[in-house]
């Protein structure tokens, strides 16, 4: 079985979408909440999100629960939020959050202990 699934990557930094070509110059692409209500309608089976202000700056800067809290509010599609995480606190307050998967990086090869954390925790 052939099975399209549509899946849009958006970043996310200080509550606002963006865009950029290459990783650079990115420019203001609007709200996300209104955005992700728009690819919802549009058929998107998932969201993939990614903070990339706590990506970049994962030492002092925690992941913006606040816009994921308002994403999820109004939206159903699933979504998959990543960037910043770098500990168990911070995959368990996401998935409070509203978001459905947790999107690992390098994290994922730096640090084993916390894949195994996640998986006996979440499955």
Do not use: C, W
Request: no cysteine; net charge positive; hydrophobic share 35%.
């Amino acid at each position: 079985m052939n099975y399209l699934r549509i899946i849009p990557s958006l970043l996310l930094s200080k509550g606002k979408l963006l865009k950029g070509v290459s990783f650079q110059d990115h420019k203001n692409a609007g709200s996300p909440s209104s955005t992700i209500v728009a690819l919802e309608s549009q058929g998107a089976d998932e969201i993939s999100l990614i903070d990339i202000e706590s990506y970049i700056n994962k030492s002092s800067k925690e992941p913006d629960f606040r816009t994921l809290e308002k994403i999820s509010e109004v939206s159903s599609t699933p979504i998959t939020f990543g960037g910043g995480v770098t500990n168990m606190e911070t995959a368990k307050k996401i998935i409070r959050s509203g978001a459905e998967k947790i999107y690992l990086n390098r994290i994922a090869l730096r640090n084993r202990k916390l894949i195994i954390d996640l998986v006996n925790f979440f499955g």
